[in-house]
């Protein structure tokens, strides 16, 4: 996400400083930011977490070390450079129904993965800064890449289908370059409107990109349960965008023509790929 963003605002004519910098070598980012003297500071920095989240249950210490030590790092260092702090956070630190979208105010419900958790201790962290949280859940692209929620959900044989808010990331980044102008701070769920169920994704997968595609739809218990295929639990949740169209921000919904759209650009983009690779 990070390079596709710093792409996307070289293209809008923004300066960019994107050299790699560890988030957990506070002198090293402290000797940058002091070179660059950036007026904004946007940190997607995070652990792998390969093939999924289930991968911190074994990393702690490195999860902790980047996704909580880390991103403090570099927001306090850019608050430190006289710089707007921008932090991408995840939503899935809420379990529940889309009846009661979850507000950027209500406390965390879920604790069922280490990931969750410190995603709970950084956000309690920097709710005492002037920072800005910016949530997001479920990414989706137009273009392949293995944290896609496209490829992820189409590699499994078995999934679940649950309602859950997604971030189109086409939508995200010019929200960000909005964002990083009229400097809001706290917490802000950055989500497309609505939600859309896992089923609904591979629908429309199986009709655009791949015909023979087939998986068989499991329960949540059959997912996360004593004997079950993932070692951590799963955040399922819809978050309420009010905050965000007061900012005057618009991530349309994705219903199913735009869904469809999506997914035709993806499978453009899926053999441009693989064109290059033969």
Same mark, same amino acid.
């Given at each position: 996400?990070?390079?596709?963003?710093?792409?996307?605002?070289?293209?809008?004519?923004?300066?960019?400083?994107?050299?790699?910098?560890?988030?957990?070598?506070?002198?090293?980012?402290?000797?940058?930011?002091?070179?660059?003297?950036?007026?904004?500071?946007?940190?997607?920095?995070?652990?792998?977490?390969?093939?999924?989240?289930?991968?911190?249950?074994?990393?702690?210490?490195?999860?902790?070390?980047?996704?909580?030590?880390?991103?403090?790092?570099?927001?306090?260092?850019?608050?430190?450079?006289?710089?707007?702090?921008?932090?991408?956070?995840?939503?899935?630190?809420?379990?529940?129904?889309?009846?009661?979208?979850?507000?950027?105010?209500?406390?965390?419900?879920?604790?069922?993965?280490?990931?969750?958790?410190?995603?709970?201790?950084?956000?309690?962290?920097?709710?005492?800064?002037?920072?800005?949280?910016?949530?997001?859940?479920?990414?989706?692209?137009?273009?392949?890449?293995?944290?896609?929620?496209?490829?992820?959900?189409?590699?499994?044989?078995?999934?679940?289908?649950?309602?859950?808010?997604?971030?189109?990331?086409?939508?995200?980044?010019?929200?960000?370059?909005?964002?990083?102008?009229?400097?809001?701070?706290?917490?802000?769920?950055?989500?497309?409107? @609505?939600?859309?169920?896992?089923?609904?994704?591979? *629908?429309?997968?199986? =009709? !655009?990109?791949?015909?023979?595609?087939? $998986?068989? %739809?499991?329960?949540?218990?059959?997912?996360?349960?004593?004997?079950?295929?993932?070692?951590?639990?799963?955040?399922?949740?819809?978050?309420?965008?009010?905050?965000?169209?007061?900012? @005057?921000?618009?991530?349309?919904?994705?219903?199913? *023509?735009?869904?469809? =759209? !999506?997914?035709?650009?993806?499978?453009? $983009?899926? %053999?441009?790929?693989?064109?290059?690779?033969?």
């Amino acid at each position: 996400m990070g390079s596709r963003c710093a792409e996307y605002l070289k293209n809008k004519g923004h300066e960019v400083y994107s050299k790699r910098i560890d988030v957990s070598d506070l002198a090293a980012l402290k000797r940058a930011f002091k070179s660059a003297k950036p007026e904004v500071v946007i940190n997607f920095a995070g652990v792998r977490a390969y093939p999924n989240i289930d991968w911190c249950e074994d990393h702690k210490l490195e999860t902790v070390k980047v996704n909580v030590a880390g991103a403090i790092n570099a927001m306090t260092t850019a608050l430190e450079s006289g710089a707007y702090p921008i932090q991408i956070t995840s939503g899935c630190i809420y379990k529940g129904v889309p009846k009661t979208p979850f507000k950027e105010e209500d406390e965390p419900n879920f604790f069922g993965s280490f990931y969750s958790r410190m995603r709970i201790v950084l956000q309690a962290t920097l709710k005492e800064l002037p920072v800005l949280q910016a949530r997001i859940r479920m990414p989706i692209s137009e273009y392949p890449h293995p944290r896609n929620f496209i490829d992820k959900i189409s590699s499994y044989p078995k999934v679940i289908s649950m309602p859950n808010s997604v971030t189109l990331l086409e939508d995200m980044f010019p929200a960000l370059e909005k964002l990083a102008r009229i400097r809001p701070v706290g917490i802000l769920n950055l989500t497309n409107d @609505g939600y859309i169920e896992h089923e609904e994704i591979l *629908k429309a997968y199986k =009709k !655009i990109i791949d015909p023979a595609h087939s $998986h068989s %739809l499991i329960s949540l218990r059959e997912l996360q349960g004593k004997n079950g295929l993932t070692k951590a639990q799963r955040s399922n949740c819809v978050l309420d965008n009010g905050k965000a169209h007061s900012l @005057g921000l618009k991530l349309a919904a994705l219903d199913g *023509k735009r869904l469809e =759209k !999506i997914l035709s650009a993806y499978k453009k $983009h899926l %053999l441009e790929i693989k064109g290059k690779i033969h």
